[in-house]
């Protein structure tokens, strides 16, 4: 027979908990729409500095410059995006477990760590690490991008690596999140879309002078959107992880205090007997 | 440069990563090109160019207005000017007493640093100075 009290205190504490998780779930669903709007807001830029890239690439001529560089020689590197916190579902699992299994299959690989969760879980293991940067997510800025693809660009010019590409939750809607790898340098100019027009520009300065400033921004771009997806859908991601545990401690609170009830009921029928049978026994 | 003589507008769109900054119609537009200011007219012929620190500015009717833009890029195709920058203010955003600041906070850096953080200076230097010549002009 359980205790009364003790059930009481566990639905106390279940409640208690109960509130936290609604509480996440509501700041993250608030924090959700600011980082979905800040996404929104940077399609304008995006679309216009991929048609740019591709009407440069598309134009015939052989184009040089140290980031379009295809070569076989060297390590690649893998840049993972996990968040600076866990308490979401299994946003953060599901990007290291990918991880790993691409460290696995090519173990010539250095990584590149972007968000606590990942830092942490790579601590301890004997993987070759090139940085690690565990507080982005409080706030994403483009200085931070801007610092992290600087390095990926001067160790890549430097021929260290062949290939740079990046695996994280990509934000597709508010309940789900994609798991995406990226292939981020050698660039790959899109020469074959519809956005690529046929118009005959007069460059200035000359084109191979354009891509040398335009394709390490539009790196730092790339990564800023990374970031920015990573932590939209890192959000959602939590969201939805707190709205279940919100109805499972719904349910757990249902259960017990059904629990409770008929405790208390027992209770009061064992004390009814008692006084029953000793009014009998003065009685007899 | 040739000016159209069906008398079109220009569409101006002006984007950082983080906002659609402007997206309007006017008549004439001047980018701060690496090799100078750089005028925009109706029937321009199709153009890639790189910008510099500095202002833009751009007319409509007789009403002209400026922009603070660092590192930009601009694409001039079908009387639609397309400019991507880093970073763009409005004369109303600007912060004058800051950028003054700021300017003297680089002449610090200019007398003492390494080469890195002279340039780092001058960049800023450049900003500020624009900044303040726009919020000035307004």
Redesign the interface.
């Known amino acids: 027979m359980p205790n009364l009290i003790d059930i009481r205190r566990r639905i106390r504490s279940v409640k208690n908990t109960q509130q936290i998780t609604k509480a996440m779930k509501m700041v993250a669903a608030a924090k959700l729409r600011r980082a979905q709007d800040?996404i929104l807001?940077?399609r304008?830029?995006a679309l216009?500095?991929r048609?740019?890239i591709g009407?440069?690439a598309s134009r015939g001529e052989e184009l040089h410059h140290p980031l379009l560089e295809v070569r076989d020689e060297g390590k690649d590197l893998l840049i993972v995006v996990s968040g600076d916190k866990g308490l979401a579902g299994s946003f953060n699992a599901n990007v290291l477990r990918r991880a790993s299994e691409l460290v696995d299959k090519s173990p010539e690989t250095d990584l590149l760590l972007l968000g606590k969760k990942g830092a942490d879980f790579y601590r301890r293991r004997d993987v070759s690490t090139r940085a690690s940067y565990s507080s982005l997510f409080s706030g994403v800025t483009?200085e931070d991008a801007k610092k992290i693809a600087d390095d990926i660009v001067q160790s890549f010019a430097r021929r260290e690596y062949r290939r740079v590409t990046v695996v994280y939750n990509q934000f597709k809607s508010m309940l789900a999140q994609e798991l995406s790898e990226e292939q981020l340098l050698p660039i790959e100019p899109a020469t074959d879309t519809a956005e690529v027009?046929a118009?005959?520009?007069?460059?200035?300065?000359a084109?191979s002078?354009?891509l040398g400033?335009?394709l390490p921004?539009y790196l730092t771009?790339q990564i800023?959107r990374v970031l920015l997806e990573s932590q939209a859908a890192e959000h959602a991601a939590r969201m939805s992880a707190m709205d279940s545990a919100t109805k499972n401690a719904s349910e757990m609170i249902d259960m017990l205090t059904l629990q409770y009830n008929r405790a208390r009921q027992a209770a009061i029928t064992t004390e009814l007997i008692e006084v029953v049978s000793g009014a009998n026994a003065l009685d007899g | 440069m040739s000016e159209s003589t069906t008398g079109g507008r220009l569409k101006l769109?002006l984007?950082?990563?983080?906002?659609?900054v402007l997206d309007v119609e006017c008549d004439q537009v001047a980018l701060p090109?690496?090799?100078g200011e750089l005028g925009v007219l109706p029937g321009h012929?199709?153009?890639?160019?790189?910008l510099s620190v500095g202002e833009l500015r751009y007319r409509d009717g007789k009403r002209e207005t400026s922009l603070a833009i660092s590192?930009g890029?601009a694409?001039v195709?079908?009387d639609v000017v397309?400019v991507?920058a880093?970073f763009a203010q409005r004369p109303d955003e600007i912060d004058v007493a800051g950028a003054k600041a700021e300017i003297e906070s680089a002449y610090e850096v200019l007398s003492v640093g390494g080469r890195e953080e002279v340039k780092e200076a001058l960049a800023k230097l450049e900003l500020a100075s624009a900044r303040i010549q726009v919020a000035e002009r307004n």
């Open positions: 800040h807001a940077t304008p830029y216009e500095i048609k740019v009407n440069l483009y027009s118009t005959a520009y007069h460059f200035e300065p084109p002078s354009i400033d335009l921004r771009f800023y | 769109v984007a950082t990563h983080d906002e659609k090109g690496r090799l012929m199709p153009l890639l160019t790189i590192w890029f694409e195709a079908d397309t991507l880093e």
